[in-house]
């Protein structure tokens, strides 16, 4: 243990003790501190209280010393001293300046407080900029660049079939033409309906070169969230599959990914890089969708010369992600900018093992992949990323003991952690690994190439390593703002001074002593939900719409397999309505990881003494409960054993061998997860598009693959 440091000064010990408390919450970014002394004490701050309140409270306890979050306090003589490992010195200091500020201006509250001193501000400014960007590009410029150097080079993989970038260059100049005498003009927002394929990669290029903005749409999304969306941006023209699974909503022009060139059509000139390249929508608390604005220049800032990911010619990248996911604009442009080729994971669902297949085959050598899917790689087909040389993977917080795991197997392979909103253009920040990484959270790094990052507090000030604040992005990657809404765009796309902006994250976060990054949740409720970002108050708000519900609200819940899931809660009108009756009414209107996987009926809301939510005295999320005999009581010894099995994997109450896996709230990560326990425990190997093919355990139980392992449990259950 390190020698006391002395702090305080002419401070009171209490004053002393209620500014270790409050450092002590800065730098946890907890509400509730613990207070070990003569009799121990758990602080709630939860109100965020003055420091003169909170000197009030901690001058009750008694005693000559007292520990706060592995610091010890000690009065002797009057004298204060912390002791304690790690950064005692750093804390010490922080105290000493909070017990300045709260001399200097009575009445701060708690997040008020500056913590920082000027040797720490001129620190923090040496961490916050990435390397100056590369000149900014138009993105169908850097694709075309590389279609003339190398126009015979494979450029796209789809279903067994290479393209070259010649093919590629000349189907998007041909749609690009088809957008220009349909009237397109530049900025104009363009609608792409379809899976993956090579046509709906051509697709995306010919919106670039039409001078279009694309906004990316999944063949699998409702009809009615299909049509709001292409509303909400002003869509005139659609580009599909040939065989599109649907009509396009609205009676839009719709012309398909292998529409035969124009007659004659000139493309537009004087197209800037800070021209809009595409929209995506996120999720919106006010219950609708929030259309993000990337100009090109973004794009390029991430898959131009970065100075995290060192692609080249002869990589193969995977195309994985939902297009309309804003994890394709890595996946898609970097090996198209590159000269490498992309190879496109066949259309429909994401099954996990066939992921681990497609990349093996293909030879895969550069990978993206959420952090749901690198956990389900790392965990059940390690061995398939033999021949990978760099898996980036994000879009959640990912497991140390995984990029271990992975690292350990594969000696040469490079990780990284990439941390970013899509605001900010995929990437703000990464860390990457050429090493297992030691214990703790990995962190997420530090500003990518034409970034700036600032962690700021409730008064918009920098604050020391160690302390928690809301990261701010700067820098070439920021979105335009929110499409059609200038309010919500000013509310979190603010000025930065000098003339430029800044975008609030809503993230906290934290300075390392060596300048990268702790990522630390979420200032407010949003969550990722299988990668996707979700306002759980959308939901509440879509639900709140059905016509027997007074009241909804929808809260994040650990999930199977890691996961987060949603749980929604109503109290329906006197008519009354079921919650499996809701989740198919939601089914309608928005897209699956909207869809809570269970929502609970409730006569009132708790609320707390002050009219609140009382989220901690809500039921337990099970949902409405499943009967097992009135979805099917299991007739043998499989499957009881499965019943049990998908109802501990689901974390519900029970199974009924006539329920719907995906009804449960499965998912092909859980599926992958069961799947993972059959082959591991029985020796049964068996693909996750079974689940889609036999949801339910009535179907599951008869396959043939199973004869074995059901011969091998009991005769039918008495």
């Not at 200097?104 to 990435?130: I, K, M, N, Q, Y």
């Not at 109802?647 to 029970?654: E, I, P, R, T």
């Amino acid at each position: 243990m390190l020698e006391g440091v002395s702090v305080g000064g002419t401070a009171a010990p209490q004053e002393v003790l209620a500014a270790l408390v409050a450092v002590t919450a800065r730098r946890t970014h907890s509400d509730t501190i613990a207070v070990t002394g003569d009799v121990p004490v758990e602080l709630d701050l939860a109100a965020d209280p003055a420091f003169a309140t909170l000197t009030a409270r901690v001058a009750t306890l008694t005693g000559p010393q007292y520990a706060v979050g592995g610091i010890r306090l000690a009065v002797a003589d009057g004298r204060v001293s912390l002791h304690g490992d790690g950064e005692l010195a750093r804390v010490a200091g922080q105290v000493d300046r909070a017990l300045a500020c709260a001399s200097h201006t009575p009445g701060l509250r708690v997040s008020e407080l500056d913590l920082a001193s000027d040797a720490d501000r001129a620190l923090v400014a040496t961490f916050e900029s990435g390397a100056p960007a590369a000149p900014a590009r138009l993105v169908h410029d850097l694709v075309d660049a590389q279609a003339r150097r190398t126009p015979d080079a494979p450029a796209l993989t789809d279903g067994g079939t290479t393209l070259s970038y010649r093919w590629l260059a000349e189907r998007a100049e041909a749609l690009a033409g088809r957008l220009a005498e349909a009237g397109v003009r530049p900025g104009e927002v363009v609608g792409v309906l379809g899976d993956r394929s090579a046509g709906l990669i051509a697709a995306l290029l010919a919106v670039l070169k039409a001078g279009g903005a694309y906004l990316a749409l999944a063949p699998d999304w409702p009809e009615a969230r299909l049509a709001g969306l292409l509303d909400d941006a002003g869509v005139r023209v659609v580009l599909t599959a040939p065989e599109p699974s649907g009509p396009v909503p609205g009676g839009r022009t719709a012309i398909p990914f292998d529409a035969a060139p124009a007659a004659s059509a000139s493309l537009p000139r004087g197209l800037s890089p800070g021209s809009l390249a595409y929209v995506s929508y996120t999720s919106g608390s006010t219950g609708a969708p929030k259309g993000v604005c990337v100009p090109h220049r973004a794009v390029a800032r991430l898959v131009h010369e970065p100075d995290w990911l060192h692609a080249r010619a002869d990589d193969v990248f995977l195309q994985a992600a939902p297009v309309a996911f804003d994890a394709s604009t890595l996946e898609i442009w970097a090996p198209l900018t590159t000269g490498a080729r992309l190879v496109l994971l066949p259309p429909g669902r994401v099954d996990p093992a066939e992921l681990a297949a497609v990349v093996a085959a293909e030879r895969v050598s550069v990978l993206w992949l959420t952090a749901g899917l690198f956990h389900q790689l790392a965990d059940h087909h390690l061995d398939r990323l033999a021949g990978v040389r760099h898996l980036i993977a994000g879009g959640d917080v990912i497991a140390a003991d995984a990029v271990r795991r992975l690292l350990t197997a594969h000696p040469g392979l490079v990780f990284t952690n990439g941390y970013g909103p899509t605001e900010n253009t995929t990437f703000t920040a990464c860390a990457t690994f050429e090493e297992p990484p030691g214990a703790g959270p990995l962190p997420i790094g530090r500003p990518i190439r034409g970034t700036r990052v600032r962690v700021l507090d409730r008064l918009g000030r920098p604050v020391p390593p160690g302390v928690v604040g809301e990261l701010h992005a700067l820098g070439d990657g920021l979105a335009l703002g929110y499409l059609g809404r200038p309010a919500a765009t000013a509310a979190v796309f603010t000025p930065a001074g000098g003339g430029g902006r800044q975008y609030r994250t809503g993230d906290l976060a934290r300075w390392r002593p060596d300048g990268s990054l702790d990522f630390l949740g979420r200032a407010d409720d949003q969550v990722k939900i299988n990668g996707y970002r979700v306002e759980p108050a959308e939901v509440a708000a879509v639900l709140g719409t059905h016509p027997a519900v007074t009241a909804a609200v929808a809260l994040p819940e650990p999930g199977a397999a890691g996961s987060t899931r949603l749980a929604a809660y109503v109290v329906p009108s006197g008519d009354g309505v079921s919650g499996p009756a809701l989740r198919d009414w939601l089914r309608e209107r928005v897209p699956e990881f909207l869809v809570p996987a269970r929502i609970v009926t409730l006569d009132a809301f708790p609320l707390t003494p002050n009219g609140k939510l009382d989220r901690a005295a809500l039921p337990a999320a099970a949902g409405d409960p499943v009967v097992p005999e009135a979805n099917g009581t299991p007739e043998n010894g499989l499957e009881r054993f499965l019943c049990d099995l998908w109802a501990k994997v689901l974390m519900v109450d029970s199974v009924g061998v006539d329920d719907d896996f995906f009804e449960l709230g499965g998912h092909s990560l859980v599926a992958a997860d069961l799947l993972g326990q059959l082959q591991q425990d029985f020796g049964v190997e068996l693909p996750a598009r079974t689940f889609y093919l036999s949801p339910t355990i009535a179907e599951l139980a008869e396959l043939e693959e199973l004869r074995p392992l059901r011969e091998s449990f009991e005769a039918p259950l008495s």
